[in-house]
């Protein structure tokens, strides 16, 4: 989780990337197949495709391939953050 936020830091503007020390910094165009995107969500392939659909996972078509950029991504995970903070505060 440490990674998710120093990254969403330096992504929102708010941290410069020279102050996170020892953190990997992913660039934020980079683009995620399916793949990659289950991997890192741990979600099932057919949850992505769900998430997809319905938007709240934005994506790119390119050619036949469907991609998720860096910072798709990013708020996506930022929206489930989010929206679980919500769910934990109201119970």
Known sequence: MRQHKDVYAVF???????QLEGTEI????????IKDVVRRTRLSRSKIYEELESGRLKSVKVRRRRLVTESQ???YID???TAGAREGAAQ
């Open 26 to 33: 992913i660039e934020i165009n980079h683009l995620n197949d």
């Open 73 to 75: 991504l990013i708020d």
């Open 79 to 81: 929206n489930l953050i």
């Open 12 to 18: 929102r503007n708010t941290v410069q990337p020279d």
